[in-house]
């Protein structure tokens, strides 16, 4: 075949909402993936969106509270949201007033207009669930060592994941 006509195809088998980076990036400690994972009060995991290790959390807020939303829809949004130093941003507190949500995200070291109250404080260390339900689905090996090359294979294993841990919890 001409290769004029070839660059015309699709390739057989590529998937069209399979990222060209298949959510592989650059970071600190190699070639990675980021789960930015949102969980709710108990520690049950809600959704969560992949991409490449080197990604700021900032830009895939929204995309994340949307799968959180989706998950919970008789429920809706929550009255509060925590998140860590990375979510500071004026978009996202932005967004968590107009939908009237109480934002628990400590202010960033270099920031001196924000109040921080010991509510704010009692209410952040609810966080760890976050970090307690990475850490359950870090005990799933596959996931640990991300043995998927693809981002869709990897993101059908982390739904794996959550699938059994909602098991566990029942």
Request: proline share 5%; net charge positive.
């Amino acid at each position: 075949m001409p290769p004029s006509r070839r660059r015309g195809r699709k390739k057989k088998g590529v998937d069209a909402h399979e990222p060209k980076d298949h959510a592989l990036g650059l970071s600190r400690g190699g070639i990675g993936v980021k789960v930015h994972l949102a969980v709710e009060k108990r520690g049950l995991p809600l959704g969560f969106v992949l991409t490449r290790g080197n990604a700021h959390e900032a830009p895939v807020f929204e995309s994340l509270m949307a799968v959180a939303r989706e998950a919970r829809r008789r429920l809706g949004l929550p009255e509060r949201l925590a998140g860590d130093k990375a979510y500071v941003s004026g978009e996202i507190d932005a967004w968590l007033k107009r939908r009237r949500i109480h934002p628990l995200i400590p202010p960033k070291s270099c920031q001196n207009n924000t109040t921080w109250t010991a509510s704010d404080k009692k209410g952040y260390r609810g966080r760890n669930v976050v970090e307690r339900c990475v850490g359950r689905l870090k005990e799933f090996r596959r996931l640990a060592t991300r043995y998927e090359k693809l981002a869709l294979n990897f993101g059908a294993m982390v739904t794996l994941g959550m699938i059994a841990i909602y098991l566990k919890a029942l």
